[in-house]
């Protein structure tokens, strides 16, 4: 797998010092980062008064590559204190930096949680578990964590994903593959097009995976927009083998020419990985885990944008698997 070159945007000093410092003054004034409704408002009240130095480096992506890595937030090592042994055990670690999170996700869109995951954090802590070493979830360290656009089985997915490094003493790669950078044939990628076979919610959606609602809503891979395809992939929970040979065979191409073009990136303490969830299928190298408080340790955050039109209509009647994003007033 090559490394490729990501597009890196680097925040001013002016920047940092306004982000920080709001983060610090919200934090000092709520005493937590629990994203109560006062607490995004006040992040949303921060933001609306945010100038060109932080919104310009919050732009949308602009590049096939489909993501970028914002820098210059400092992090100290010994600041964050010791990495989670699980998100239910994060509680305030580092909230200084979920607020900060909130801050960038607000100035990019609407932050979204989910009932069904991490108990409806807006910020999630990703730290391997123990007991969890092989499963295809955040929590996992031993097996590769396939590249799949998160959320997959839900119309209410995020646009964006926020992914800020606390630690990762072992230069962990995180693996991001873009669908504007395969090569396919018009058709492979017609069939990609037809809605032929759902996406089971992953098994960080205990509830959804036993909702016996209606039929699981068949869904397209690839989707075309004026702007270029964008997809929805997650064959770890795509129930491939009832589709028909030439189907398989097509999406087999495309996994291979998202493996082509994957790029890892090792984060660094304070870099803050932006991917565009409609363009890019992202995922982790296996690596073995500390457990000893020092473990790689990622906080995610999740962003809608209003009036995107980068995914099919017919999403809009699709049930979710009863589970319901919540979105950040603002
Ligand atoms: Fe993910």
């Not at 070493?133 to 996992?140: K, P």
Request: charged residues 25%; glycine residues 6%; proline residues 9%.
């Amino acid at each position: 797998m090559p490394t490729g070159a990501v597009p890196l945007r680097q925040l001013d000093p002016h920047a940092v010092d306004e982000l920080t410092d709001t983060a610090h003054k919200i934090l000092a004034e709520f005493g937590s980062s629990a994203a109560r409704p006062e607490l995004l408002r006040r992040i949303a009240e921060s933001t609306a008064r945010f100038g060109e130095t932080i919104l310009h480096p919050c732009r949308p992506v602009d590049t096939d590559d489909g993501l970028y890595v914002l820098r210059g937030l400092p992090l100290e090592d010994s600041d964050v204190g010791p990495t989670p042994e699980s998100w239910a055990t994060a509680g305030d670690r580092a909230a200084a930096w979920d607020v900060i999170l909130l801050l960038l996700a607000t100035a990019m869109g609407h932050p979204i949680a989910w009932e069904g995951q991490q108990e409806g954090r807006f910020v999630h802590n990703i730290v391997p578990s123990p007991g969890h070493e092989a499963e295809q979830t955040g929590a996992s360290s031993t097996v590769l964590l396939s590249p799949h656009t998160e959320d997959a089985f839900h119309p209410g997915r995020a646009h964006l994903l926020l992914l800020a490094c606390m630690r990762n003493h072992d230069a962990v790669a995180t693996t991001a593959a873009s669908v504007r950078k395969v090569r396919l044939d018009p058709a492979d990628v017609a069939l990609l097009s037809r809605p032929m076979l759902p996406i089971l919610p992953d098994d960080a959606y205990a509830e959804a995976q036993s909702f016996t609602g209606e039929e699981p809503p068949k869904v397209p891979a690839l989707w075309q927009t004026e702007a270029g395809p964008t997809l929805r992939y997650d064959p770890a929970y795509t129930p491939l083998d009832e589709a028909p040979a030439d189907y398989r065979a097509a999406y087999d191409r495309l996994t291979a020419e998202l493996e082509r073009v994957s790029v890892a990136v090792a984060l660094e303490p304070g870099d803050i990985l932006v991917v565009d969830n409609d363009l890019v299928v992202h995922g982790r190298v296996p690596f073995k885990p500390r457990y000893d408080g020092t473990d790689r340790w990622l906080k995610r955050a999740s962003v809608r944008v209003p009036g995107r039109r980068s995914r099919p209509l017919a999403e809009a009647d699709e049930h979710g698997y009863g589970q319901a994003a919540l979105v950040a007033l603002v």
